[in-house]
């Protein structure tokens, strides 16, 4: 059974960089693509981007220019910065397991985090 858990600062100040980890278990990270989502209050789900499975990195339009991910083999763990974090970012993030058919079949519970003004 894959498990994942995101972890974070929970609170993080207007400008900063934002870091999340989502260690992974009954799973290698090098087996699958692996991606993040958030939501805000209120609104849907928001993709942020992904590592595929043979490492490359893909990001969605709007959070491209501050958003990296990263693959930690030796932890078997991935990891989420965000540059420049404004109250807009505050929100639940998760991180999923991609499938071969494009679709996320594990996710974590998510972790909460907002962004002070």
């Known amino acids: 059974q894959v498990q994942l858990q995101e972890s974070g600062p929970g609170l993080v100040k207007h400008s900063q960089t934002l870091s999340l980890t989502c260690p992974v278990t009954?799973?290698?990270?090098?087996?699958?693509?692996w991606g993040w989502i958030r939501q805000s209050p209120g609104k849907g789900l928001q993709w942020i981007g992904e590592?595929?499975?043979?490492?490359?990195?893909y990001y969605g339009p709007s959070l491209k220019s501050r958003a990296s991910t990263t693959r930690d083999t030796t932890n078997n763990q991935i990891t989420l910065h965000l540059t420049a974090v404004t109250p807009e970012d505050s929100a639940v993030y998760y991180c999923a397991r991609g499938t071969p058919d494009s679709v996320y079949d594990y996710w974590g519970q998510g972790t909460h985090v907002t962004v002070s003004s």
């Open positions: 590592i595929g499975r043979r490492g490359g990195l």
């Open positions: 009954g799973g290698t990270v090098t087996a699958n693509g």
